[in-house]
């Protein structure tokens, strides 16, 4: 017999960056974080896991390719699984001993890897959630939160829809350090994203070897880890339960640009934003106030491409003025700028 199961997991991005490790084996962070789930209708991984007794070795795919299961990341996810499916088993000797099968896992995102759109986190969530499901284990998403977390820590965000925190935790185990909702998806209907792909090339610093570089040189980096985030964490929570856009932009904003100055900062420093990145902070701080308001935010991870966040409401003023400015540079569809893409959260 062979055992099947599959389950897609969403992209997310960080509103609230986590950027910095206290334990590097175990993924655990330097600060909390706060992330928007994205719609699986736009960026998602598929993962199928199978088990069967006749499998011989542990396989993964990733788009097709047949990948090296070496990485101590997917190991450490295989291990803790495979530990809460044995202590089901030795509850009920009835089951069919999967623990000890070998797995064949096959993982496809529905869009480039290369893109810089953080795909270890849904690639993570959805490995962790089709095993958790083909192994039947309880569904509880922050226990299983605890396990992507090793794979990659962002990806402890995407077992949850809408609004989503991770808790750094205390324990030097990671046993409290977990992804848990701010506010469902359907909380905040009429908050909406879009994508501006600056570059698809690969990125400059590798997130993690970024982290580390940060956290080991830069002394902007105490005072942000210190002062700056715990503040913003409470905040930002606020702002998403009473649906203030102004002032969820505002964290927003001034958190990603925190981040990136804590890479500045780092010696060397690292950059991730580009020209066309900082033309796009330029023109939405210009759009807010010409609004006399913030009704557009942006937020850049390890690399150039924004993701802007607006109400509905003000769709057709945001994406206009984007499209239009970036059109008139004659870099619309150029190299300058690749695309916009709306995405639904
Ligand atoms: C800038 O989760 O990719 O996107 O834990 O080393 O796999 P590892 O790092 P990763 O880092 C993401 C960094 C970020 C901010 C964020 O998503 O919070």
Request: proline content about 4%.
């Amino acid at each position: 017999t062979v055992y099947t199961a599959s389950c897609t997991a969403p992209v997310n991005i960080a509103t609230l960056k986590y950027w910095g490790k206290r334990d590097k084996s175990l993924n655990l962070p330097t600060n909390s974080s706060i992330s928007v789930t994205l719609s699986q209708k736009d960026l998602r991984t598929l993962t199928t896991a199978s088990t069967s007794s006749e499998f011989t070795e542990d396989k993964l795919w990733l788009n097709g390719k047949l990948e090296s299961l070496e990485s101590p990341r997917t190991k450490a996810c295989l291990q803790d699984l495979r530990k809460l499916r044995a202590q089901v088993e030795s509850s009920n000797a009835e089951l069919p001993k999967l623990s000890t099968y070998k797995l064949h896992i096959v993982s496809e995102n529905n869009f480039p890897t290369a893109a810089g759109l953080a795909s270890s986190a849904a690639g993570f969530a959805a490995l962790v959630s089709s095993i958790a499901k083909l192994y039947k284990l309880p569904e509880d998403m922050s226990e299983l939160s605890k396990i992507a977390r090793k794979g990659s820590g962002s990806a402890c965000r995407s077992l949850f829809g809408g609004f989503v925190a991770w808790e750094m935790g205390e324990l030097t185990n990671g046993e409290d350090s977990k992804a848990v909702e701010v506010a469902p998806l359907s909380h905040w209907p009429t908050l909406k994203a879009a994508i501006l792909v600056v570059s698809d090339d690969k990125k400059d610093t590798p997130s993690t070897s970024g982290m580390q570089l940060t956290v080991g040189t830069s002394d902007l980096f105490q005072h942000r880890i210190k002062e700056v985030v715990p503040a913003r964490f409470e905040e930002m929570k606020k702002s998403i339960i009473a649906k203030d856009f102004e002032k969820f932009g505002e964290l927003t904003m001034k958190d990603s640009n925190s981040f990136h100055a804590v890479c500045l900062d780092s010696y060397p420093p690292i950059f991730y934003l580009n020209d066309t990145s900082k033309k796009i902070i330029k023109l939405i701080h210009k759009l807010n106030e010409l609004e006399g308001k913030i009704i557009a935010a942006y937020t850049f991870d390890a690399g150039p491409n924004a993701v802007i966040y607006y109400d509905e409401v003000n769709e057709s003023k945001v994406l206009g003025l984007l499209h239009n400015y970036f059109s008139k540079l004659g870099g619309w569809e150029s190299k300058d700028l690749t695309k916009l893409t709306k995405v639904e959260i």
